[in-house]
Antibody, heavy 116, light 107 residues
Framework: QVQLVQSGAEVRKPGASVKVSCKAS????????ITWVRQAPGQGLEWMGW????????KYAQKFQGRVSMTADTSTSTAYLELRSLRSDDTAIYYC?????????WGLGTLVTVSS | DIQMTQSPSSLSASVGDRVTITCRAS??????LNWYQQKPGKAPKLLIY???SLHSGVPSRFSGSGSGTDFTLTISSLQPEDFATYYC?????????FGQGTKVEIK
């Protein structure tokens, strides 16, 4: 079955960077893109961007342009999200999801806490 | 960016009730509308894609309709496991924006 296994919780200070991983299994990794969505405490879902695992093309939400990088390693079927210049309002759960017509399978999420 | 507005923001209902949640897009998105369910502490789950297609394994009491700017998610007979927050999402263009969510609570 499809599984997306994300890396563990992270704590960072303001201004630092964080890199979250998402290891896929149970399907052909390069057939579907990966979407990243975040959710701040008690808030709704926020779409951050998408990466084609086939050719590495990316599409980012304007809000994160210049601060975010999404990459994919086809040799390990792992997608990565890097967010730089972290602020306290980046504290959130970060989800990866397999992208088909919609986000049809999700990882369990990675909590990133930004605090001094 | 396309704005997605859900109503109501929350509702109280009883087991067995018919529940309807609406989602309005700020511009036409054809039928590129998805619905997700999220329970506390859990990742979202896809229920409906392209407005009315039921995702694999989702009970048939869930249905979706609409096109253009106005969409509806209906739960025909609310079950105890359906108490959750529901989000719509447009996949017409980038960024794929979500509605603010509708929390379905026990009456």
């Amino acid at each position: 079955q499809v599984q997306l296994v994300q890396s563990g919780a992270e704590v960072r200070k303001p201004g630092a960077s964080v890199k979250v991983s998402c290891k896929a299994s149970g399907y052909s990794f390069i057939t579907y893109g990966i979407t990243w969505v975040r959710q701040a405490p008690g808030q709704g879902l926020e779409w951050m961007g998408w990466i084609s695992t086939y050719n590495g093309n990316t599409k980012y939400a304007q809000k994160f342009q210049g601060r975010v990088s999404m990459t994919a390693d086809t040799s390990t079927s792992t997608a990565y999200l890097e967010l730089r210049s972290l602020r306290s309002d980046d504290t959130a759960i970060y989800y990866c999801a397999r992208d088909d017509v919609a986000e049809d399978d999700w990882g369990l999420g990675t909590l990133v806490t930004v605090s001094s | 960016d396309i704005q997605m507005t859900q109503s109501p923001s929350s509702l109280s209902a009883s087991v067995g009730d018919r529940v309807t949640i609406t989602c309005r897009a700020s511009q036409s998105i054809n039928n590129y509308l998805n619905w997700y369910q999220q329970k506390p502490g859990k990742a979202p789950k896809l229920l409906i894609y392209v407005a009315s297609s039921l995702h694999s394994g989702v009970p048939s009491r869930f249905s979706g309709s609409g096109s253009g700017t106005d969409f509806t998610l209906t739960i025909s007979s609310l079950q105890p496991e359906d108490f959750a927050t529901y989000y719509c999402q447009q996949s017409f263009n980038i960024p794929r924006t979500f509605g603010q969510g509708t929390k379905v609570e026990i009456k």
